[in-house]
């Protein structure tokens, strides 16, 4: 369909001041934060910025009638081209639509519009004395509409688990335009084993499946207290072994990271103040929940440190936690300071590997750095195995870029082979569709014909996940 054609077209069922049709602006929606997306042209011919169900059902309508390609977005704060228009076509860009309905207290619950922010959904909770438990780092920036289509997690994902454990229902606009809900009509309950589990496939279905328009999700009481542990250590080996002696001392942290020599180094020369201890690894552990369990799950950390060889420090101290912490919150920002020439490149960032094999890959990447000649800085939540790595390149020199490739291949494969995963949470997307067959085997074609059964013309967010890229 030509240009102006769908533009009088979406004219008819968006505001004319809710549609993006100039280059400048198309452009604009032809990015997310991943370096593929900063590779590729994958702009759209059209962006539409929705504020209801009707208006969603609409604009898919017509797409799926015309065989348009349809890609929703968020915030657009996505590692993985996610989205980003592969093959063209309407930008729906969902940010705008930022309502959280209603929080219903008395049912432990809340409704909210795809654009909501994280940060903003649990400023808002704070006011009932609620929070939504998964955090992403990005929670400034990224939609629940993004977390849901990703199935986001974070920092405390070891204790609270992962966005799918939270979401009680959602209304869904089809392919073809067809609204949804899942998760039982007017359902209110908390749990509900009633039927196929709807809601858990559009979980993490990264905009392939249908748009989400309405989201359910469950909301929890906000722990009373926090406490910060730090534990420095010589070697990067004893680091898991220490985790797991504090899972079998029965404790459950809300929180267990690592930042390893590379991320320690990059801390210190982006924030000196930091001051952290040139060791091989430090773990971060935070405890929640009400002041007393805090401060005996503190102590008891603790000491499990000491017999581990650590030297540690534990603090309940507002000043001192923020202080404990401002190693690992720095560390994205600070890994480019170990090439100041450099730019630090979202690609290969995500791998997620059994607990028992984190030392195992910390060294194995490390050695996949050297031997590629890039600089890779290494942290991440050791307590669900997940690592986080990031490169740091000169993104103009075509020979690293091509060294950069062959490594995070070498990386993603790495994982797959230890027992674990391409992605512990920012999806597939592009950029890592070639590996699903290899990580799923028969199953992806099962995914496949999901797929195809919701969404024949294949009109919705093409290009991802089932197909190699
Ligand atoms: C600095 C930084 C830190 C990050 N930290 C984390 C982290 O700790 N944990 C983590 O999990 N991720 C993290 N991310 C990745 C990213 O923020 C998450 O994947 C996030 O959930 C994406 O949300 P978004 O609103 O930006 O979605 P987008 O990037 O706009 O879209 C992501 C996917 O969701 C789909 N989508 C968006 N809205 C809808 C909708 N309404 N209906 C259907 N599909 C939809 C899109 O098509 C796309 O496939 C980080 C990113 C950055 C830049």
Redesign the pocket.
């Known amino acids: 369909m030509d240009s102006a054609a769908l533009l009088k077209a979406m004219k008819k069922i968006v505001d004319p001041d809710r549609i993006l049709h100039n280059e400048l602006e198309r452009r604009l929606y032809s990015y997310?934060?991943s370096f593929l997306s900063v590779r590729g042209r994958y702009c759209p011919d059209i962006v539409v910025l929705p504020r209801s169900t009707a208006e969603v059902s609409g604009i898919m309508a017509f797409a799926c009638k015309n065989g348009i390609p349809v890609?929703?977005?968020?915030?657009?704060?996505?590692?993985?081209c996610?989205?980003v228009p592969a093959r063209g076509g309407i930008v729906?860009d969902?940010?705008g639509w930022d309502t959280v309905e209603e929080v219903d207290v008395p049912n432990m619950q809340a409704l909210v519009r795809?654009?909501v922010v994280?940060s903003r959904l649990n400023e808002h909770l704070a006011r009932f004395g609620l929070f939504f438990p998964?955090?992403?780092?990005?929670t400034r920036?990224?939609?629940?509409?993004?977390?849901?289509?990703?199935?986001?997690?974070?920092?405390r994902a070891v204790k609270y688990g992962?966005?799918e454990q939270y979401i009680l229902g959602l209304e869904?606009v089809l392919p073809d335009g067809e609204v949804i809900v899942t998760g039982g009509q007017n359902c209110r309950s908390l749990k509900n084993a009633s039927g196929i589990n709807l809601t858990k496939i559009?979980v993490g279905?990264?905009?392939?499946l249908?748009?989400?328009?309405l989201i359910r999700l469950r909301v929890w009481p906000r722990p009373r207290a926090r406490g910060i542990a730090m534990a420095c250590f010589d070697r990067l080996e004893q680091a898991p072994e220490a985790v797991l002696d504090v899972y079998r001392a029965g404790i459950l942290p809300s929180g267990i990271e690592i930042l390893d020599q590379s991320a320690i180094a990059a801390v210190n020369l982006y924030r000196p103040e930091t001051n952290l201890p040139p060791v091989e690894a430090i773990l971060l552990f935070e405890v929640d929940g009400n002041p007393a369990s805090v401060e005996w799950e503190g102590r008891e950390i603790e000491e499990i440190m000491k017999k581990n060889g650590a030297a540690v420090e534990w603090s309940t101290d507002p000043q001192r936690m923020a202080a404990l912490w401002q190693g690992r919150s720095v560390v994205?920002a600070a890994a480019a300071r170990l090439r100041p020439d450099g730019t630090r490149v979202?690609a290969g960032e995500?791998v997620c590997v059994p607990l028992g094999r984190v030392a195992e890959a910390l060294r194995k990447i490390k050695d996949l750095g050297r031997q590629y000649d890039i600089v890779v800085v290494a942290y991440g939540h050791i307590g669900d195995g997940n690592i986080h790595t990031a490169l740091v390149i000169d993104p103009d020199n075509p020979d690293e870029v091509a060294r950069l490739d062959r490594l995070v291949d070498e990386i993603h494969r790495l994982a797959i082979d230890l027992g674990g995963t391409t992605t512990g949470?920012?999806?597939v997307?592009m950029v890592r569709s070639a590996y699903s067959p290899l990580e799923h085997g028969n199953a992806l074609e099962t995914m496949r014909r999901i797929k195809e059964a919701l969404d024949p013309r294949g009109v919705m967010?093409p290009g991802?996940i089932y197909h190699p890229w």
């Open positions: 997310d934060s890609t929703p977005r968020g915030a657009g704060s996505g590692e993985t996610g989205c729906m969902l940010s795809p654009g994280h998964p955090d992403p780092g990005s920036m990224c939609t629940l509409g993004g977390m849901v289509a990703n199935n986001s997690s974070g920092m992962t966005t869904v559009f279905s990264e905009g392939t249908g748009v989400i328009t994205a979202f995500d949470e920012h999806g997307g967010n991802k």
